[in-house]
């Protein structure tokens, strides 16, 4: 891949297509500070445009092209704080909304099972809300990085600063949000969709427009030069703090790294006191020096002694990153079939104002070993929380809801129906055929013994509890549906193992309420053997959580990341933990280096495949030989 230098080389020559390639490369990065700093989608669009037009036909006087990302930057600064000044009269500032506010009006229904939401419109005001909270500096690095889905090196590029730097900024703005305020942020900053015209109306523009010709370079009078270096000295030492503080100034080039020591007014930061935490608490910042692994980026790190590391050992160094899934989608489910991941329906993600059905039907396959994607057949039923099993080659799409989005007075709303729909697809020929639905309509967990499939607990909206025990078991053989022995805790959202025949239930959300516990969020572990048709209990894991997901290698089941909520908090989870049926004992392994929940994951070739759950469309790979 060329970069910026030869591209420019190649502009300079009259090849706008090398432009084009540039603007793909920056605008999403660009418009995300424009939006920062205006708060309005649309006039950064405007701005967006503004500052490749500018440095298109600038182009010529940049004298180190290696530059380019930092230059651009200081012309969509600028522009910026152009507008601001045309505008000021028309701004509302965010600074005067307290967080309590914030809470009251949001975070209570935004995190709920129920999934009711907020309108879009909202939801993006909300995240401006928690940003303004932050430091320029951090609020900035977050906005790039999330809605402009640039990596830590990527904005050091364009601020002109260390990814060390950019790595801290991150982790310290992650540090003052509660966990589910970050979530939230993105959430929405990521699940923005670009606007698709930009780039062709910049391209449009451009075919119009020649780059302007260097200027001839004029000698400096000695004096002269002297003058204006003490004319800024003045203005320097003039400028006061407020002033400093109030607006980011563009940074300098040659900049290495900033001082990472500051003053945190600890109000701010909301520190809960779980044993679950001490584990479980992510978005922490590790040196630059000290990657976790090369494909992962280092904003995604967590703070780590050499110590620590060392006694985690090889695992530490074991996470990489794969291409991205072509379509951003949650609730979906995966399969392996001769070695390729299949990702199967979900729902998508809102636009702004939007209502109407989320449930995706679409199908995409991942090659591992070219790491690639390719389209294949849609579902025939749109779908979401679909759970998928493989028999015999073909697999098997059990379930799920229908989802959509209607507009009440005070926003919208989530309507979800359940289905018992079962359709069968077959990857040699990619095509799907429709078999018989379940007894019941529900959203399930499912896996595989001896060829059949059992559907195991999950959820049905209509019912007054909505936490199900049935089991069913579906026969592809005969293409008939019989029943097992319920489960012992009605769940849902939990983690389905199979090791030596028999089927390990993990966690969950369930019924009856554990007494400690809020929120149904369940710790406690069922095995069931088909040859008995009986469950039993085995010992619980450290803590309770829904959304996770559990692989099995060489015999253990590894149960990673989820979720769970205590005292109003929503708390993200990074954990491994390992449970060994041999032995009926779980341990602990060296956490993920983020959060992750509502993320599937599969082994290939001894490694886990853990695909979305944060960000919505990525693909991380875990070695897990050598854990301690």
Request: hydrophobic share 35%; net charge neutral; proline share 5%.
């Amino acid at each position: 891949m060329e970069n910026d230098a030869q591209l420019i080389r190649r502009i300079l020559s009259g090849d706008d297509d090398a432009f084009n390639t540039l603007v793909q490369k920056y605008q999403k990065g660009v418009h995300a500070l424009a939006w920062r700093k205006v708060n309005d989608f649309h006039y950064a669009e405007e701005i967006t445009q503004d500052t490749f037009l500018q440095a298109y036909k600038k182009l010529s006087t940049l004298k180190n092209p290696n530059q380019f990302a930092g230059w651009l930057y200081v012309i969509a600064h600028r522009l910026c704080l152009n507008w601001l000044q045309r505008h000021k009269p028309a701004m509302q500032s965010l600074e005067d909304t307290p967080v309590e506010e914030i809470e009251k009006s949001s975070y209570a229904r935004y995190t709920s099972e129920q999934r009711e939401a907020e309108d879009t419109e909202h939801r993006y005001e909300i995240a401006q809300k928690l940003l303004s909270k932050l430091p320029e500096s951090e609020r900035t690095v977050m906005t790039l990085y999330y809605l402009g889905e640039m990596t830590a090196k990527e904005i050091s590029k364009f601020l002109g600063v260390s990814v060390n730097t950019i790595t801290n900024r991150l982790w310290r703005a992650r540090k003052r949000l509660r966990e589910d305020q970050e979530l939230l942020v993105q959430e929405v900053l990521g699940g923005a969709q670009f606007p698709t015209n930009v780039t062709e109306n910049i391209m449009r523009q451009v075919a119009e427009l020649k780059p302007t010709p260097p200027p001839v370079a004029k000698p400096l009078l000695p004096w002269g030069a002297l003058g204006m270096a003490a004319l800024l000295v003045t203005m320097l030492l003039g400028a006061t703090n407020q002033y400093l503080a109030r607006f980011q100034k563009p940074y300098s080039f040659e900049a290495v790294a900033e001082p990472t020591v500051e003053i945190v007014d600890t109000a701010i930061v909301l520190d809960i006191d779980l044993k679950p935490d001490v584990r479980n608490q992510v978005g922490r910042a590790i040196s630059a020096d000290k990657s976790i692994g090369a494909g992962l980026q280092a904003s995604e790190t967590r703070l780590m002694s050499d110590t620590q590391r060392n006694s985690l050992g090889p695992a530490a160094l074991q996470w990489t990153r794969k291409a991205d899934m072509p379509t951003a989608r949650a609730n979906f489910a995966t399969s392996v079939v001769n070695g390729k991941v299949f990702v199967i329906g979900g729902n998508r993600q809102l636009e702004t104002g939007e209502f109407g059905e989320l449930s995706l039907s679409s199908v995409e396959m991942y090659d591992p070993k070219t790491d690639t994607w390719e389209r294949k057949s849609d579902m025939p039923t749109a779908r979401s929380g679909v759970s998928v099993s493989v028999v015999d080659g073909n697999i098997y799409a059990i379930g799920g809801s229908q989802i959509k989005t209607i507009q009440v007075p005070r926003g919208s709303k989530y309507e979800s129906k359940e289905l018992a729909t079962v359709e069968m697809y077959d990857p040699v020929t990619d095509t799907w055929t429709q078999k018989t639905d379940m007894p019941t309509p529900r959203k399930t967990m499912t896996c595989v013994v001896d060829g059949k499939i059992y559907a195991i607990g999950g959820w049905l909206t209509t019912q007054e509890k909505p936490h199900l025990k049935t089991v069913g078991v579906y026969d592809p053989a005969t293409d008939t549906w019989t029943k097992a022995q319920s489960l012992n805790r009605a769940r849902c959202s939990a983690a389905i193992s199979v090791v030596n025949g028999e089927i390990y239930a993990i966690g969950g959300l369930g019924w009856p309420q554990i007494e400690s516990q809020l929120h149904l969020y369940l710790s406690s572990v069922e095995v069931f053997n088909p040859k008995t048709n009986q469950w039993r209990e085995r010992t619980e894991m450290s803590a309770p959580k829904a959304d996770h997901t559990a692989s099995v290698i060489d015999g253990k089941i590894y149960v990673i990341g989820g979720y769970f909520k205590k005292d109003r908090e929503f708390k993200k989870l990074s954990t491994i933990e390992i449970y060994d049926p041999a032995t009926d004992r779980w341990t602990q392994a060296s956490e993920m280096p983020m959060g992750k929940w509502g993320h599937k994951t599969e082994v290939i070739d001894g490694q886990f495949y853990i695909f979305g759950g944060g960000p919505a469309t990525s693909v991380q790979v875990y070695d897990p030989s050598g854990v301690p």
